[in-house]
């Protein structure tokens, strides 16, 4: 079976299904247009939108079809991670058990993106944060000072303790472990890695609530009724954010990013252990705007000491429109204000990203 997307004489664009099975005439049949969320992992969740059905009795090996509106934005996506494809799906009622079913991809046209000339996409949403700890520390208010320690504590208290047990299990037989068994997940035997897997995991959750409390140095956020970006949106920079610090600021640089991310699924581990991981990778990022400050008193409005405006223009160029396939599964556009300091944890404000018009990503050709 083959199927494309083409027009009719009369200009229309349609959808054609060519060589179906000859011994599905006269049974009774399902179409289904279908976008596929194709996941690059040896384990990886597949995930399909259904975007069109056509219940129909077979006539002939061809069929065509009107083409949906939901299969908007259309075009071939082949990323790192995941690959968006649209998919002719025709299932035919001919067995008492077993249905015949029948796939097909319809190639799609690629669409042209304006290189952006940036850091790799992870560097630009998760940007290496350099910090002094001890300077951090002690910028933050007391309440916050006790929070962080005590987390210190306890989580080097707890690796601590799971390392034993890690190091016990490993050397008594089976019957005598404590936690960790011998059996195979996760792609090893030894309970001294999965202890080590272990301590790993708490540590970023551990980290993510003392993150949280380093960057209480400042109160900072996106100012009460920031536009949804569009192409040609520009705005000032001072208008997009307000912030006030404890302490001074040095050295610091206000920036504002974009990337798309793709989402999806894979399964780890195996029988009862077997667990299903969700990821959203950055790619294709792009510098919308970027600042040096020298300084800023405490106490001060940050608004006051940016200035410049930024252009969301290049996020349409650069980026792909999304797809949300579904919550987990699909391309994604973010984009974010940054507050990268030196010596303390950096502040990162989420801009609004949900409900941009697909249309927006598509250049506006001269008449």
């Not at 140095?217 to 001072?238: A, C, E, F, W």
């Amino acid at each position: 079976m083959r199927a494309r997307i083409d027009r009719t004489p009369s200009g229309e664009e349609r959808v054609f299904i060519d060589d179906m099975p000859s011994a599905a005439v006269g049974h009774q049949a399902v179409f289904k247009l279908l976008r596929q969320v194709y996941v690059h992992d040896s384990r990886g969740i597949h995930y399909y939108q259904e975007l069109s059905r056509h219940d129909f009795t077979v006539q002939g090996t061809t069929l065509e079809l009107p083409l949906p509106e939901t299969i908007e934005p259309r075009f071939a996506y082949r990323g790192d991670d995941v690959s968006i494809r649209l998919m002719a799906r025709l299932e035919v009622d001919d067995g008492v058990l077993f249905d015949t079913t029948a796939d097909a991809e319809i190639e799609l046209p690629e669409l042209p993106r304006t290189a952006a000339h940036s850091p790799a996409s992870n560097d630009l949403i998760e940007p290496k944060d350099h910090y002094s700890l001890g300077a951090n520390i002690a910028a933050i208010p007391l309440r916050n000072k006790i929070l962080v320690l005590g987390l210190l504590v306890i989580g080097g208290l707890l690796a601590l303790v799971n390392a034993a047990i890690g190091v016990h299990d490993e050397l008594v037989p089976e019957a005598a472990t404590v936690f960790y068994d011998h059996h195979g997940s996760d792609g090893s035997e030894s309970p001294i890695m999965k202890s080590l897997a272990g301590s790993g995991g708490l540590s970023v959750t551990l980290w993510l609530i003392i993150r949280a409390q380093l960057r209480r140095y400042m109160h900072i956020k996106m100012k009460d009724g920031q536009q949804l970006p569009y192409r040609g949106l520009t705005v000032s920079i001072g208008d997009m954010l307000e912030g006030v610090s404890r302490v001074p600021l040095e050295k610091i640089t206000i920036r504002v990013v974009a990337v798309n991310l793709e989402k999806g699924q894979y399964k780890r581990g195996s029988g009862t252990k077997e667990r299903t991981i969700s990821f959203s990778t950055p790619k294709h990022g792009v510098i919308l705007f970027e600042q040096f400050i020298p300084y800023v008193p405490a106490r001060m409005p940050l608004q006051h000491y940016v200035q410049g405006y930024v252009d969301f223009t290049p996020m349409f160029d650069c980026l792909y429109p999304p797809i949300d396939a579904s919550s987990s599964h699909g391309l994604a556009v973010d984009w974010e204000v940054q507050l990268l300091h030196p010596l303390f944890v950096d502040q990162e404000l989420k801009g609004k990203a949900a409900g941009i018009d697909w249309r927006e990503f598509y250049r506006n050709e001269p008449e």
